[in-house]
């Protein structure tokens, strides 16, 4: 078993930044890859960002390309999803997950994590 726990969510006006954070506890933190995806009111979840076991080969979404910046410090057990420029349709319920690592792949698709964080709000206020 994996435990995440997201932190660092809250409200910011547009053109604003936040970082969260999701600490993992249990299993080897550093065995799984790692991904943020959101949901906001009436959709459906959405892959934000995700990174492999090493920290390598970061991958976005195209509508966070250029504003968002996940990283994870293997040590601390912790990854992290950095926001800038937010706008107010980046508001959503943001989840952490964690997927075991395959080689030359990169999870993007809510199925293939088997851990999930409860989630942490963020709202962007235009």
């Known amino acids: 078993q994996v435990q995440l726990v997201e932190s660092g969510g809250g409200l910011v006006q547009a053109g604003g930044s936040l970082r969260l954070s999701c600490a993992a506890s249990g299993r080897t933190f550093s065995r799984y890859a790692m991904g943020w995806f959101r949901q906001a009111p009436g ?23 250029g504003r968002f910046t996940i990283s994870r410090n ?19 319920v943001y989840y952490c997950a964690a997927a075991p690592s395959r080689p030359g792949i990169v999870a993007v698709h809510g199925y293939e994590y088997d851990y999930w964080g409860q989630g942490t709000q963020v709202t962007v206020s235009s």
């Not at 959709?43 to 390309?65: L, M, N, Q, T």
């Open 43 to 65: 959709k459906e979840r959405e892959f934000v960002a995700a990174i492999r076991w090493s920290g390598g080969s970061p991958h976005y979404a195209d509508s966070v390309k």
């Open 74 to 92: 293997n040590a601390k057990n912790t990854v992290y999803l950095q926001m800038n420029s937010l706008k107010p349709e980046d508001t959503a």
